[in-house]
């Protein structure tokens, strides 16, 4: 029986970013999960995971998000840039 990976992505807006450092470890080691859950902030990164999406590129998405103010900056935020 072939083993089955979930994974689960809280809320917590950019502090959901520390995800993607998840995210490439699991690509780098060659597991895609079968199930990606997350909630507010959560979601977004969850999707990436659903769309197989590269982690590098996750990345690149993400600083551009937050640094085009879309969203607030803040101390967190601006950690990004």
């Given at each position: 029986m072939k083993k089955r990976l979930s994974i689960v992505i809280g809320s917590g807006g950019i502090l959901c970013a520390a995800s993607l450092g998840i995210i490439k470890?699991?690509?780098?080691?060659?597991?895609?999960?079968?199930?990606?859950?997350g909630c507010s902030g959560g979601s977004l990164y969850a999707s990436i995971i659903a769309l197989n999406t590269d982690a590098e590129t996750a990345l690149t998405l993400t600083t551009e998000l937050y640094k085009n103010d879309i969203v607030e900056a803040t101390p967190l935020t601006c950690a990004l840039q």
């Open positions: 470890a699991l690509q780098r080691e060659g597991f895609q999960p079968t199930l990606a859950v």
